[in-house]
């Protein structure tokens, strides 16, 4: 089961996790002398190996009752996980600082909310009224959920009081949680917190504020009963990605980073287009958002059975939870016709190795950074920071 998630494959007792693309495996003879090798080229014949693979797993589908259930009772089956695995699953991912310099203490933090004050100065007003994200109101949000079959998913007792709580949050432009902070960052699919905790740990900067949320009620009160959960620097909430009435604790063009770390997979791909259109209005003008994920042909999806298909390159695994797995070409598309410009979309190839059963597995991952454009008249582009995504990525 676990060989189906990303981040499993385990580091050798005392071995320090080097930087992203610091290791190539030149010398096939030498495979097993690490845990993981960067940048590998696969070669014709593997990469045929892999198409016909997915050809053969593609079919039979599952069956449309089957994913009517898998996509109705989607909150229960990541809730029931949640419960299995708690905080021991995924390891904390400390290696966000390197592919994403964006979310560690950077003095070019200071630089760009320089240049979106001074930007906001020179704005032209458009004479429209102001987005405040997707559906934001003061009215109690509807507590279900409609799937892309036309069916209702039901919230259990936990997550409907949490979403009330949220609910009932006055969205204001200058009075929400976190309405003071300088520096902004929204997780989706925080899972227990591994990418969320490693950032407020890290990151000291007084200005910043955390927001994360997640499908799973439970997820997220694991995350709020962790002890380095901080109410004054981060905010928490269970949230429907794919809900279009559900709403988000910030205006619009508020939030400096979304992250969506190995989380839209998890969404119905007829979904994901609205869910990152109402996410694109949440950032602020020349705001990033931040994705890594699956990649197609990636070791996970190889390895699924006969019958766990459900569409094309969209899968459940055997504890319920589904996965996607992407080409750089459809997020790009996702991404730009939510009117985001590209910056990075890049394929991180890894070979990872089991030297105790002389085990090589092929991952293939892909990791995009898009940006908000500037509105008409806004002046020059914000600073990027100094330290960039590692070669490791680049093919």
């Known amino acids: 089961m676990a060989d189906s998630y990303p981040e499993c494959a385990p580091a050798a007792i005392g071995e320090k996790r080097q930087q992203f693309g610091s290791r190539f ?21 593997q990469a045929a190996a892999a198409e016909r693979k997915v050809q053969e797993n593609s079919t039979p589908r599952v069956c449309q009752e089957k994913q009517v259930d898998y996509e109705v009772n989607a909150h229960k089956y990541w809730n029931e996980f949640y419960k299995i695995h708690e905080n021991g699953f995924f390891k904390d991912r400390h290696w966000l600082f390197t592919e994403f310099p964006e979310l560690a203490p950077n003095p070019n933090h200071n630089d760009l909310n320089d240049w979106l004050s001074e930007s906001k100065r020179s704005e032209v007003p458009e004479g429209r009224s102001k987005e405040e994200g997707p559906g934001l109101k003061t009215e109690e949000q509807h507590t279900c959920s409609s799937d892309s079959l036309g069916h209702k998913t039901q919230m259990p007792p936990l997550e409907e009081d949490m979403t009330r709580e949220l ?40 200005g910043l504020f955390v927001y994360c949320c997640d499908f799973s009620s439970t997820a997220i009160e694991l995350v709020r009963t ?42 119905v791909p007829d979904k994901m287009q609205k869910a990152i259109g109402r996410l694109s209005r949440l950032l602020k ?17 190889l390895r699924f059975k006969k019958g766990q298909c459900l569409s094309e390159s969209f899968y459940v695994r055997g504890d319920g939870t589904r996965v996607y797995f992407f080409t750089q070409e459809e997020l790009d598309t996702l991404f730009t016709a939510a009117g985001l410009e590209k910056v990075q979309n890049l394929v991180d190839r890894r070979l990872q190795v089991n030297r105790g059963k002389q085990l090589t597995m092929y991952r293939v991952w892909i990791q995009c950074k898009y940006r908000k454009p500037l509105l008409s008249g806004a002046g020059p582009e914000p600073p990027i920071p100094d330290r960039i995504l590692s070669s490791s990525a680049v093919f």
């Open 25 to 45: 495996l030149s010398d096939p003879a030498r495979v097993f002398h690490h845990n993981a090798w960067d940048n590998v080229e696969w070669s014709e014949e």
């Open 167 to 206: 609910s009932h949050l006055e969205i204001r432009a200058d009075e929400f949680p976190g309405s003071s902070a300088t520096y902004r960052i929204l997780e989706v699919g925080c899972g227990v917190g591994n990418t969320v905790f490693p950032i407020l740990q890290t990151n000291n900067d007084p």
């Open 226 to 267: 962790n002890s380095a959960y901080d109410p004054c620097r981060c905010f928490a909430f269970v949230h429907d990605l794919c809900d279009e009435d559900a709403t988000y604790p910030v205006p619009g063009d508020s939030l400096d980073v979304i992250i969506l770390i190995f989380v839209l997979s998890a969404v």
């Open 285 to 301: 003008p020349g705001g990033m958002m931040l994705l890594r994920d699956y990649g197609r042909y990636d070791m996970a999806q």
